[in-house]
């Protein structure tokens, strides 16, 4: 069985009309009815508030420890909300609704205590200084080219500039999660630095939106990452896309993430950053292109320079875009209605890519781990990365962790959860094979009421969506 918790009959999952907001915390329900309208993250509460008819409220436990980083700020923050504790009535009505839910957070504490005995939780100032140095590297090695190899070196500057760009925003992701350091002031210095001057974009508008993700994966209205247009990735999205594009789609998958950096760079981020006046993250990324046009236009030109930064970007988008589309956008998605726990949307809405010596062999197989570890930023561990957000993105590799994650699935059979791992290429072809059929129904006109994507037919354990799927308790497959 999975557990869906659904509430489609009313449509009022987004309860942000007037009414009392509460949720569960630590065991503690927290009135969070006025706080919501001042949340430094923006809208992501409303999306994890139970509606009215519920009779309970949501538990959100773990994303409250797993969101905030290293920071203070939240727990002393809660000590301000009116708070009390789950009336009986509650508690019977959540264990009927959400019968696994206690299950899985033993499950869950049982695992993130063990991982912490063993070291997953440590962070390495080696690993944190090599990051570092890695970047300023690649991006001194791309200015060299272009300077001193003509035509070639501005070509092979162009792509260590775009790999400089892929390679400062896996990073950001690390900072920004705080998961590179225990020093919280540290992890947001970093993030900011390298999202402004590595990317000329704002961690601030990162953080808000890529919690929103993490806190419901594949779930409409709530993933910032299902808005995809004008490609689409899912039905639903499909049936708001231009035809005459969705037809070509799989061939201009790559154009469209071209044009979605430098709408990102030069409107989304500074509109954003003056809005919310996020000056630190305005200010690296004025240090970005000041430094980036001020080195270059002296000494290539004007046209050259801005050139150059364009087909980087490309280069970036390719790399960045491409890689972070393999491991959530084949998987069935869930609608705005549709409520999992921490562990089952983690585990259902989104694979993992390693295990290459089952295809390659044990001499290959670990040294193409280690390519697309490095390639991926260590974020083809997406399955771990969504359970356990601050833990350092190099320990995901450890078969410890993955044995963990295999054992948290045993513990509970009930729910029929799977650890679905495949390797880069077959990723890859389901990644273009899910553009390529919502090209054919919804561009071609073929099946306009189709469902995409269907998942992966190696894939387990995970419910496809259907178009009337309104049940309480959604079979798994």
Known sequence: MGQTQSC???????PRPDGEKFLLIHDTVYDVTEFVKRHPGGRIIYEQLNPPE???PADATIAFESLHGHSKKPAQVLKTLKSRKLTQEEKLLRSKSRPFDDDLNKSFQRATQELREIGMFDYSIGHLLWRNVELFGIMFLGGYSVVNYGNFGWWVGAFLFGLFMQRAG??????????ASSNQALNDFLGSFWFGFGEAGSAQWWKREHNRHHADPQRHGADIDMNTLPLAVDSITAKKGVKGFLKYQNYLYQAAVWGLVHFWQLYIHPKFML???AYMDLFWTSVHWNLFLGFFIPRIGLFSALALHAVASMVEASLLFTNFALSHTTMPYLEHHDREHWVERSLRRTIDIHGHTKYLGPLLGPIVDSMVNWLMGYLNYQVIHHLWPLMPHKNQANPKVHAIVQRMCDENPGLNMHYNVTNYWTAMYDMYANLTRIARDYGEGVNTNAVHPTKPVWVKGVVAKTA???LLNA???
């Open 8 to 14: 489609k009959r009313s449509l009022t999952l987004d």
């Open 54 to 56: 519920s009779g309970f």
């Open 170 to 179: 896996w990073f950001q992701h690390e900072c920004n999660h705080g998961s």
């Open 275 to 277: 809005k919310k006046k």
């Open 468 to 470: 009337n799927d309104d």
């Open 475 to 477: 079979p798994a497959a």
